[in-house]
């Protein structure tokens, strides 16, 4: 995984990094919001399929790449996207003025390995198109929503990252490759949380809320597949797994800051945030006060 984690730095070794998912352990999946100066870039061949996406206008600023004798030249609005698959060598990458608030999303393989195990047949990353300037609103959400994760963590957000990029790769792959024709084999039976497996899915959550809870792990408990757990979750719920265990986590950091003496890091790591910075901030964000604060307030 610290090969993966990487592969952006490789790439783009003079550009500016503004957030990375380095640290949030984040499942078959990276992100990095980047600030890149005017340059030629000397492209690796990439392990993973990377989605860039560009959060802002780069006024008069281009990006020239080719890749098997297929040139693209790009302007640079808010909203444009590129994909590179994995495997495909560019030959060239030109970017001709400064470029701000470019988002790189990097999946790795293994992301389609899953999505095969729940298709008809077997889809190669390899054969998703090189594109630029793709025009596509639901890629743009899905990379709108890790962006957000990526810059306010959330006690849920690992959960909700394997959702988003599940559903990134699924669209990919059928919208996007020689695969386009693979189909989710069960997507028209509806598959549903009966009250037993429900139940035992949220006693497993509220049992093990410190703990790393994936959505493989879940959708193990409720003998689902991972597709089809998170909506079966939802249709259950009325609420996505991520945003029913981060709700559940904080409401775990109310209990430690009242009834214990540990440190605020320690709930921080309890309630699995990366960091003490960013539990407080998720945690004004709920509560509307400082978990130090909130503390202070409980003891009196």
């Known amino acids: 995984m610290a090969q993966f984690e990487v592969f952006g730095d490789r790439k783009f070794p003079t550009a500016g990094l503004l957030l990375t998912s380095a640290g949030r352990d984040w499942s078959g999946?990276?992100?990095?919001?980047r600030n890149h100066a005017a340059c030629d870039v000397?492209?690796?061949?990439?392990?993973?399929?990377?989605v860039t996406f560009a959060m802002t206008t780069?006024?008069?600023g281009r990006v020239e790449r080719c890749s098997g004798g297929q040139f693209q030249d790009t302007a640079v609005r808010s909203g444009t996207l590129w994909f590179c698959p994995i495997g495909v060598r560019e030959d060239a990458i030109r970017i001709t003025r400064p470029l701000s608030n470019i988002l790189h999303v990097f999946l790795a393989k293994?992301?389609?390995?899953?999505?095969?195990?729940?298709?008809?047949?077997?889809?190669?990353?390899?054969?998703?198109?090189?594109?630029?300037?793709v025009d596509d609103d639901l890629v743009r959400q899905l990379c709108l929503r890790m962006h957000r994760e990526l810059s306010e963590e959330t006690s849920g957000g690992k959960l909700l990252i394997e959702c988003l990029s599940q559903a990134l790769v699924a669209h990919l792959v059928?919208?996007?490759?020689?695969?386009a024709k693979a189909t989710l084999g069960h997507d028209r039976v509806a598959i549903r949380l009966d009250?037993?497996?429900?139940?035992?899915?949220?006693?497993y959550i509220h049992a093990n809320i410190d703990q790393d809870l994936s959505l493989a792990k879940l959708s193990d408990v409720a003998c689902l597949s991972k597709h089809h757990f998170a909506r079966a979750?939802?249709?259950?719920?009325g609420v996505p797994p991520h945003r029913y265990i981060s709700a559940r986590r904080l409401d775990h950091a109310v209990s430690l800051l009242k009834g214990s003496q540990s440190s605020?890091?320690?709930v921080a790591y309890l309630c699995r945030f990366s960091s003490q910075a960013t539990f407080t901030r998720a945690f004004r964000r709920q509560v509307g006060m400082s978990p130090g604060e909130y503390r202070r307030r409980s003891s009196t």
């Open 264 to 266: 605020l890091a320690d």
């Open 29 to 33: 999946v990276s992100a990095q919001l």
């Open 233 to 237: 979750f939802r249709e259950a719920t």
């Open 58 to 60: 780069s006024a008069g």
């Open 174 to 179: 059928t919208s996007y490759s020689g695969d």
């Open 110 to 133: 293994s992301q389609f390995d899953s999505f095969a195990e729940m298709t008809s047949r077997t889809p190669s990353p390899a054969n998703v198109a090189y594109l630029a300037d």
């Open 195 to 203: 009250d037993a497996r429900l139940r035992r899915v949220l006693d």
């Open 42 to 50: 000397p492209a690796p061949s990439p392990d993973e399929m990377e």
